[in-house]
């Protein structure tokens, strides 16, 4: 007996749909080939939100809408984007003044260790990336055949 789930491959489609248009984006408008892109956080669509929403859509699609876990499957999806679009998007404006900060001394004092590693500043999302990727989520959750 081979084990398949459409809600967890939907979410999976989501994510990677997600990553790769966030990767052909990022060649077209920077003309920059970063393989990072493909698998990091950050940018646009936001792949969190792609993976949440097909995931909520394909679940209330394949057990009902009234379905406590359908309603379940809702709630992970809001703190999932709010989370995207507002923890983790302040975190990453936090870890950009840090960098400069350690720019700042560096340049100040050489004795400072050169090798200090800069925080990763591209961890959350603004509004229209978490918008565009719960989009793109809606309607894979929505066309995925589930059978």
């Known amino acids: 007996m081979a084990f398949y789930n459409p809600v967890i491959v939907c979410g999976i489609i989501g994510w990677g749909s997600a990553q790769i248009i ?3 984006l990022n060649l077209f408008h920077n003309s ?18 792609s993976l949440v929403c097909a995931a909520f859509i394909s679940t209330g699609r ?12 809702f709630v992970l999806a809001a703190i999932v984007m709010y989370d995207a ?3 983790r998007l302040e975190a990453g404006k936090h870890a950009k003044q840090l960098n400069e900060i350690m720019e700042r001394l560096l340049a100040l004092d050489g004795d400072m260790d050169a090798k200090s590693k800069e925080f ?12 565009c990727g719960a989009v793109l989520g809606i309607v894979i959750g929505a066309l995925f055949p589930l059978g």
């Open 85 to 87: 679009a507002n923890v």
């Open 62 to 73: 394949l057990v009902g809408w009234e379905s406590p876990i359908t309603a379940v499957m």
């Open 22 to 24: 966030k990767f052909f």
């Open 120 to 131: 990763k500043e591209l961890l959350g999302h603004t509004p229209l990336q978490v918008f």
């Open 32 to 49: 920059s080939f970063e393989l990072e892109r493909l698998y990091g956080s950050g940018g646009m669509p936001s792949s969190h939100s």
